[in-house]
């Protein structure tokens, strides 16, 4: 009798491990959504001029067969002007690669086997996206085709994981390596006069550690506004770093460092000493330009007051590319973007690569036209990277009439973030704030469970 009741004793105590063990998460449908919101002002770049944030919402559904479901989320961006992808593009390769998540599982153990999982997911949409044909009129190479889509997906998969571990996406990322984010600068559009950015210079310059502002529509106008700034900032005494943004307007070497040696002369004109960063001023496909144009302004510096720094951004999206730039030593920072890696993991190797390998390459993470949603993915990746020199996508979306993330993003103090503690990415939709801005809403056949 003693005995039997040992066995059945151990029996249950088995059966009970059984009933708790994790069990496979299962994609059960996914949702796309093309979404469209005005900006109440349009902001202009070099490259154009965007007027809404607009993309796909990706919801993904999901069960562990054991009563425990799950709705996670992603917001794929396609930017004709930063990934070559047109919304039809990206609409039929989120189709494409919703319908091949669909049934597939993350093993629901512990979070370093699921994000295994989601990389290898992450691959197989990869080759989706590459056998995709583009009707854009420029499209990338194939390694490159439907980053910013990938990157929805990236978003929902890290999302559901956070989720059904119940931590937030930094954690998935490898923790927390930051204690807090600070946001370096709002950036003013290139269609701001020299006057506006003096104003700008004497009203924020206190706020931020840089003014950022996009130029390249016109070189004397260019030159004058960085001298209002600079003479603004010097009056005022503040240590502001002034960043520009060519978005590669400038396009070759010579071109470049003809202008930087303007800009050299007007910042000296204005005894300015702080930092002066220009952003990817060459043609993103010539990493030799660039090399050369960081060559020349390390020679300034030896005699000059002030710092003038260059930034890689549209000539690095991959980690492939980051690779190259180092070995050129071609920039003094990079900009990375999670919409060009092709989501957070992918962003996430190419800072660990900058730091082992390229330690004193500052690293930015910057951002696109967006909602609050893709702010609070940003915000993750900033907490999760080893280095992080600036930061400006982590911030509350306020150029628009409405706010579709359910939980907007929201300083804690000043212009700084604390470790957020909700699962996931942070927030869920705001369906009846989105509603009115929805144009398409598919969602892929469900399965059921067992299925």
């Not at 039929?92 to 979070?111: E, F, N, R």
């Not at 989501?343 to 900058?354: T, V």
């Amino acid at each position: 009798m003693g005995l039997l009741r040992q066995c059945l004793i151990a029996a249950a105590a088995t059966a009970a491990l059984c009933a708790a063990a994790p069990a496979d998460v299962t994609i059960r449908s996914v949702r796309l959504i093309d979404y469209h919101i005005d900006r109440t002002k349009a902001f202009i770049t070099s490259k154009g001029q965007s007027d809404s944030a607009y993309g796909i919402f990706i919801l993904l559904t999901a069960d562990d067969g054991a009563g425990h479901s799950f709705t996670a989320l992603g917001d794929a961006l396609p930017r004709s002007l930063v990934t070559n992808e047109s919304l039809t593009d990206a609409w039929a390769g989120a189709t494409a690669m919703g319908d091949a998540l669909v049934g597939q599982s993350l093993p629901g153990k512990d979070s370093a086997t699921d994000v295994a999982a989601i990389r290898s997911l992450l691959g197989k949409l990869d080759s989706i996206t590459a056998k995709q044909k583009l009707t854009f009129r420029s499209p990338p190479p194939k390694d490159k085709q439907l980053r910013a889509t990938l990157c929805g997906f990236d978003e929902a998969l890290l999302d559901l994981a956070g989720k059904v571990h119940s931590v937030p996406v930094y954690e998935l990322l490898g923790g927390a390596k930051q204690e807090k984010v600070t946001v370096s600068a709002l950036t003013t559009g290139a269609d701001a006069s020299a006057e506006d950015l003096a104003d700008k210079a004497e009203d924020e310059g206190g706020k931020f550690g840089a003014l950022r502002v996009k130029i390249g529509l016109g070189d004397d106008e260019d030159v004058a506004k960085i001298k209002a700034m600079a003479a603004e900032l010097v009056e005022e005494k503040r240590p502001t770093k002034i960043w520009v943004d060519i978005n590669h307007a400038w396009g070759s070497s010579e071109k470049s460092l003809e202008m930087l040696g303007r800009i050299r002369h007007a910042l000296a004109e204005a005894k300015f000493t702080s930092t002066f960063i220009v952003e990817q001023p060459t043609d993103e496909n010539d990493i030799g330009a660039l090399a050369a144009v960081t060559k020349q302004t390390r020679l300034w510096a030896a005699s000059d007051p002030f710092k003038i720094q260059t930034m890689a951004d549209e000539a690095v999206w991959t980690l492939a590319d980051a690779k190259a730039m180092v070995a050129a030593d071609a920039a003094d920072l990079v900009n990375i973007k999670i919409q060009k890696a092709g989501g957070l993991l992918a962003s996430k190797d190419i800072a660990d690569y900058l730091a082992a390998s390229s330690p004193n390459t500052g690293i930015y993470v910057g951002g696109v036209i967006a909602t609050d949603v893709t702010s609070w993915a940003n915000l993750q990746l900033c907490f999760a990277l080893p280095r992080l020199d600036y930061a400006t996508a982590p911030v509350p979306r306020r150029s628009y009439k409405v706010n579709v993330a359910a939980t907007p993003i929201k300083y804690d103090e000043g212009k700084t973030f604390h470790k957020p503690t909700a699962p996931g990415l942070g927030t869920a939709l705001d369906f009846s704030k989105l509603e009115p801005y929805v144009r398409r809403d598919h969602a892929t056949p469900t399965t059921r469970p067992g299925v």
